[in-house]
């Protein structure tokens, strides 16, 4: 079984172009271009260097002891919240912003929930010194504050969406519209292993570089490349997908993924994509979708801005089906739980997003020998506010 | 001959007019098709509201997002069309994002199309490699026409593509644009106007978005077999309501 993208752009039977005719030209050129660009030698070396001067990579992978101890296994956290900008939705954003400078472009845009992919591409753009519009829901704008004041510190606009929900999936429509409104200079950031293809592929292996340092890492820590488990969250799944990529093909690896459960899967107030998801098509691309039953597109729900997205991306999907990786449901009290224990016993404050990943501890019960790799994939300064008032601090 | 055809045949420029059913009430989409044929309309596509129209405009947008708070659903516009070839001779078009067409179930969605008398369909996320593959064999035996978009950044030849798999018409999208966000046709149209006649293609050509009067009219249609006008009827729509249909047609020509 393969996991990767196949040559028409399909992981199984998700993924695909699905576009308007306004998008093909942008779309077509992208994925005539984006395997070439990125194996060119300059690109690489500056891709690379970037990672290292800029980002601050490789990220630790870190024993955590005393969460090893309490739950008797061995578990090690991939450290991306230490990346630039607090997550690792930057490792993307430069890659995206390299390729867009390539490809001639000269104007950025991108779509953001809770305003870290917005703030990492406006970073980027900042570096490269590209104009950048990011999209953000009307609702998010209000609830994410400080995210929105870095992005214009950046240099940024942000644009609000007013339609829809006013949230992640809006913003996104908005992008889109933008793109198609804009065809020949811009291009579109997105920040999600989500989209039509070669997005989800080119977004994955831009975040490949995490499963590839823990290859490594592990080596000099364990001894052997293979951890039992990888797990991280998923909202579209793109610090999943860069955390599983180097596994997908180790049956030995165990893959486990975690989704938000909200207030809990059958509340109405859920993300658990595999589990109210079915087939559809959102963004361009055909996956599992949270939708009614004549097929418009559902309003998910989670505590984490990161996460409430009602598709999941194409490559998950594949995943949930053919039981590659086995899919959690975490709920909002869980992963809150989660992430307080996290900063009691390892002193770090991890986003709720992670804590998600981190909450599959208590649902999952692994072997004292096991080594377990989670992803930490962003730090908690964002979410302050949403633990301030969950916990009443 | 499908009626997309056999209207196209008439030596007259086409007026087309869309607008999103279930808008501005749930029940009047049987009134505003048959009011539009009454006003020398030649042909209507119906649309099938769909939660995150992506390739549309706040208009279109806003009215679809008003007929789904209306209660629209495939199945209750499919009810309300039924007796529809009863009292309408005019081709009827539904045009829609493709998952809910998905989640009726593709051969089911076409069967019922083809039992009340809907002539074509136009799925502006359905990309035409993928309907060749997929979709064209179920689309033929219910004798559908599926009309495909091209912009003025789609290369010449990938118009050449597209008007060999395509019947009909193909729907000629005026400006780089989301739908109803422009207004005026200026030397860019033009060029791109005549660049595609000049590709004498098999099939002819409709433009759409951008178009709003009389004049806008008149300009798309000097080098193409018709116009469509969406964005613009909604606003009447939201205006006047479904009352005045007349005026507004008048007005174009």
């Given at each position: 079984m393969l996991y990767n993208v196949d040559e028409k752009g399909y992981y199984g039977q998700f993924g695909g172009a699905y576009i308007p005719e306004m998008l093909y030209p942008n779309v077509e050129e992208l994925r005539q271009q984006y395997l070439k660009i990125m194996a060119e030698p300059d690109f690489k070396a500056e891709f690379d260097q970037l990672l290292k001067d800029y980002v601050g990579r490789p990220s630790p992978l870190y024993f955590a002891k005393r969460l090893s101890e309490k739950y008797n296994t061995k578990i090690y956290l991939k450290r991306e919240d230490l990346n630039h900008t607090g997550a690792h939705k930057i490792n993307n954003t430069i890659g995206q912003i390299l390729v867009a400078k390539k490809l001639g472009k000269k104007r950025i845009i991108a779509e953001t929930g809770a305003g870290q992919h917005g703030v990492a591409t406006a970073t980027v753009c900042a570096l490269m010194g590209l104009e950048c519009i990011v999209y953000m829901g009307e609702i998010d704008i209000a609830r994410q504050a400080p995210n929105v004041a870095r992005m214009k510190m950046l240099g940024a606009t942000v644009r609000p969406a007013l339609s829809g929900s006013r949230t992640l999936k809006d913003a996104t429509n908005e992008a889109i519209r933008d793109w198609i409104n804009n065809p020949v200079d811009t291009h579109y950031i997105i920040g999600s292993a989500i989209g039509p293809h070669p997005y989800p592929d080119m977004v994955t292996r831009f975040q490949s570089v995490i499963s590839e340092e823990i290859k490594w890492q592990l080596k000099e820590k364990e001894g052997r490349e293979n951890p039992d488990y990888v797990v991280a969250c998923i909202g579209g799944g793109s610090n999943a997908a860069g955390t599983f990529y180097h596994f997908l093909h180790e049956p030995e690896v165990g893959i486990i993924a975690v989704e938000a459960a909200g207030k809990?899967?059958?509340?109405?107030?859920?993300?658990?994509?595999?589990?109210?998801?079915k087939v559809g098509i959102i963004h361009g691309c055909k996956t599992l979708l949270m939708q009614t039953p004549d097929g418009q597109i559902t309003e998910p729900y989670s505590i984490s801005a990161g996460l409430d997205y009602p598709g999941v991306g194409p490559m998950h999907a594949h995943l949930a089906e053919t039981g590659r990786a086995e899919f959690?449901?975490?709920?909002?009290?869980?992963?809150?739980?989660?992430?307080?224990?996290?900063?009691?016993?390892?002193?770090?404050?991890?986003?709720?997003?992670?804590?998600?990943?981190?909450?599959?501890l208590n649902d999952k019960k692994f072997k004292p020998e096991d080594v377990v790799v989670i992803c930490l994939s962003g730090r908690g300064d964002k979410d302050l506010n949403n633990y301030i008032e969950y916990f009443k601090i | 001959m499908n009626r997309i055809e056999q209207k196209l045949q008439e030596d007259k420029k086409i007026l087309s007019i869309y607008f999103s059913a279930g808008y501005p009430n749930l029940n009047d989409t049987v009134q505003i098709i048959q009011d539009l044929e009454k006003n020398g309309v030649d042909l209507i596509e119906i649309g099938l509201p769909f939660s995150d129209p992506l390739a549309?405009?706040?208009?279109?947008?806003?009215?679809?997002?008003?007929?789904?708070?209306?209660g629209m659903t495939t199945q209750i516009l499919f009810d309300q069309l039924k007796d529809i070839r009863k009292t309408v001779s005019i081709p009827l078009i539904i045009m829609g994002y493709f998952n809910p067409m998905l989640q009726y179930g593709v051969e089911a969605f076409c069967a019922k199309c083809a039992e009340i008398g809907i002539d074509g369909l136009i799925i502006p996320d359905l990309p035409v490699d993928v309907y060749a593959e997929e979709y064209k064999a179920t689309f033929d035996k219910y004798g559908l026409i599926n009309i495909f978009l091209i912009t003025p950044q789609t290369s010449d030849e990938r118009i050449r593509f597209i008007d060999s798999v395509s019947s009909g018409f193909i729907y000629m999208v005026s400006s780089a644009s989301v739908t109803g966000s422009q207004a005026g046709f200026g030397n860019v149209q033009e060029n791109y106007?005549?660049?595609?006649?000049?590709?004498?293609?098999?099939?002819?050509?409709?433009?759409?978005?951008?178009?709003?009067?009389?004049?806008?009219?008149?300009?798309?249609?000097?080098?193409?077999?018709?116009?469509?006008i969406g964005s613009a009827f909604i606003k009447h729509l939201s205006e006047e309501g479904s009352g005045k249909i007349a005026d507004f047609v008048k007005a174009i020509r």
């Open positions: 809990g899967i059958h509340s109405g107030h859920s993300a658990a994509t595999s589990k109210l998801g959690f449901s975490v709920t909002d009290d869980d992963a809150m739980q989660a992430g307080l224990e996290l900063c009691k016993l390892e002193g770090i404050i991890p986003a709720i997003e992670s804590s998600h990943a981190l909450a599959v | 549309d405009g706040p208009t279109i947008q806003a009215s679809s997002t008003a007929a789904l708070h209306n106007f005549k660049r595609i006649a000049d590709l004498n293609l098999k099939n002819p050509q409709i433009v759409g978005f951008g178009i709003n009067n009389a004049e806008t009219f008149n300009q798309a249609t000097q080098y193409a077999k018709g116009a469509i």
